[in-house]
């Protein structure tokens, strides 16, 4: 029994991995025993192997010398069967008595030879087969539901499969029995029939030959098939197999397939490549397995064992759109590298929230525009966080126009509708839309209160206004200004105000304002050369600006002083404009209605439309440049107007970019200089000197803008620069017009925002932008025009606004 | 796997030596041992009935250990069968956890012919047809004859 005792503890070692002590070479032996082994027992059918009766069969397997009558007995009486046949006596038969015997190969041989003499004697008798295997039965295993496999499909999935499921009825069985008997009931037996058992597999084991024979099976046999070596171990097998037979194991197979070590193939290096790619399947060869080949996961280069394999390793190292899943369950499954390129689409194709705890958190991100929107609304009352607006620039943001939805409703701005439709995203060919250029200026919180603020205040536009104001905050506006000059381009008719850029910011006022500024001349028509009108306008005027300058009174004393500096002809128009940025926090859109009535009360015409140009010049070039020529064909290049709504929303952009700069950057510092030194006419070289390249650059798009398209194209060139750093670099790309055709919109649309910079070279532009001037004043006006159309147009703007749009409309509705 | 090589072969034997009613079973490719053609008479009686349908029947590697796979290659209006170009069959003793290796591609067959006979549709894959079927069967059986018709003659 000692021995016994250790071959069991072997035994358990074996299962779970290797059997490395035994020393014996007989695997062989002990399959070619089964093979040669005729089992006498046919079952026929489930019915038969259920109950455990046997047809046909006899029931005399060689050890059991005394059993057949018995058994047959036993079989017919399938229940309970009391006959308490005498034990099988041990495994005694000719020559395998011992277990250290059994182990040799002469021993094996001798049994070998010895069943196959029985088979022979028997042979008229269908054999017996395992109903699972389909193969002779060389050893009974029954499970207490009296189900009976042959030993070794039982081991295979008590040891391999890891199941102790009875094959037949898949009832759980802590131990099964291997037995000989081919009729004795489980329950028939009794813990002293049993030589051996197995806790670890639960096996009990009627006969220590049966016992030995399974545990060859465990063993690390060679595959070869003349080779007896049993190994220690997988490397031990592996370095076998190779130093021994030039072949080599199809690792994947060795770790996953649930074979027993002997089953496994040998490969030579070329078959195991195409047992790898394609499988080892032999058309029409008796060994054909029906396997395809381990399929291989396209990012990693590394192949699985089967498909269950791969889809568990893309499930936990890949990703999914899951909302691409869920639109159409019944497409492939596709993954994505990792979570950034997952981003990418995200942005590309869906609705992505910009907002930096939320990009951090990941997977936030929406069908729907409404979807993303109700989430901002919940999540962001108050407004995307810095970061995020920080990171909007440099996100591709533009894609997403979160506002466009709503927007789309209610203006007209179909064209956009068409263009801005879906895929917005980072990934569409710049050439293909117009960009929208991002719109978003990020406020401060502050800041954002106070344009609400005055949003609603304002009077004229009230309706309109609110509702704009409400949504996005002043900053928005001065954004979508640029996006607006697209817009008026393209949807021209849709707001009467189309060439007048600035009243944009109040729908209606926009109109009458815009067009003065689109058309300088009609402006002096409607001034009120009287005294009279002139001091109610005077007041209005303060009023306005009071209120922008939230009543602090140094502000307003500072404005007064500015204003009749002008006046006096003291300071330039686009000086004036420039002391106006550090004294108003407010939307350019808001700004621009103030410079417009500021600009009424001027009797003198050249004074009037000095300050008109100076401002459309300025927005002309902070928002957007030239694609601002919304005012269409007022840039030289804008011939194309139609093109414009491109240029609108770039135009937007860039204003809201400048803003941002503006709040961003040293307003107030900045502007002056920029002022004075940017010679717009010459862009390239008022990028250089401005630190808002962006906005340089921008001039000089004024003229491409004009056609719409082109301009968008132009701003994102700009806009990339600006990403990185600020507007700077961008401002020297941006020379131009040629630029139109880039195309990265919100990359641009981002920087430009962000850049102080461009602030300044607006001004500079101002002054030098006459060319924009006429141009710009449509331009500019379109801005401004663009603000109330902003809201509106959001949604137009879509890409291009992107990020800018989303903030912006974060803000709002927070 | 010689095991499944072995068991796959006894039973194409058996089932061709005793074919089951109403199924005409071939292999596709002789070569191919795990890659069965059915083709199945639409049962008398139900919505099928005069209709031929294609089946195919993968059995794996590790069969009998794993549960074969049956799809329709036809396509059938059905509760228990996917409407996609798969036309995957729900059978609730071919899923993993419920496959045991004494079931034979026999029974599997016989299953699957019940259910055109007797749609289950508390275990649909399905569930609008299966729905139809509860709540409006009149509907339920024009659909399904007008679909045998269409894609199922003979």
Known sequence: MASVTQVAGTHSHSTQSAIDSQPQNQVHSAFSRAGGRGGSRGLHGQEGARGGNRRGGRGNRGNRPDGAPNQRARRLSSSANPSAPPMPSPPGLGGEGSFGARLTKDAETKEGQERKEQDGTEDGVEAEVCFICASPVVHNSVAPCNHRTCHICALRLRALYKTRACAHCRTEAKFVIFTDDATKRYEDFVEADFQETDEVLGIKYEQKEIYSDTILLLRYNCPDESCDIACRGWPDLHRHVRSLHHKVLCDLCTRNKKVFTHEHELFTQQDLKKHEKFGDDHPGAVDQSGFKGHPECGFCRQRFYGDDELYTHCRDKHEKCHICDRRNPARQQQYYVDYDSLEQHFRKDHFLCADQECMDKKFVVFESEMDLKAHQLEAHPNGLTKDARRDARRVDISAFDYRTPHQDNRGGRRDREGRDGRGRGRGRDPNTEALPPSTAQPLRRDELAYQRQMAIQSVPSATARTFGGQLTSTDAYAARPTGRNQDTVTAPSNHTTTNSSFPAIDNLHLDSVTNTAADSPQFTAPVAPQEQARRLQHSSVMDRASTMLKYDQTKISDFRGSVSSYRTSTVTASQLIDSFFPLFDVPSADLGKLVKELADIYENEAKRNGLLKAWNDWRAINEDYPSLPGPSGVLPGSSAAAAGSGGHRVLKLKSSTAQSSRSAVSKQGSWGKSTAANPFPSIPTSSAKRAGAGRVGATPWVAPSSSSRPSPASPRPVSIPSPSGKPNGSAAVDAFPALPAAAKPNTMMMGLTRGTVRWDDGRGNNNLANPWGAASGGSGSTAPAAPAADVDREADMGRKKGKGNKKQTLYKFG | ?154
């Open chain 2, 1 to 154: 796997m010689a095991t499944a090589q072995r068991r796959i072969t006894k039973e194409y034997a058996d089932i061709q030596k005793k074919p089951l009613d109403g199924m005409r079973i071939s292999l596709p490719s002789e070569a191919d041992i795990h890659q069965w053609q059915i083709l199945i008479d639409g049962p008398r009686g139900s919505p099928y009935e005069g209709g031929v349908f294609n089946l195919h029947l993968s059995l794996p590697t590790e069969y009998p250990f794993k549960p074969p796979t049956l799809s329709f290659k036809t396509k059938i209006y059905h509760p228990n069968v996917t409407n996609d170009d798969k036309g995957s069959m729900c059978l609730g003793m071919l899923r993993a956890d419920e496959w045991k290796p004494s079931s034979k591609v026999e029974a599997v067959l016989s299953f699957a012919q019940g259910l055109l006979l007797e749609p289950q549709p508390d275990d649909a894959v399905e569930g609008g047809i299966a729905r139809e079927y509860k709540e409006n069967k009149k509907e339920f059986v024009k659909n399904a004859k007008a679909w045998t018709k269409q894609y199922a003659k003979k």
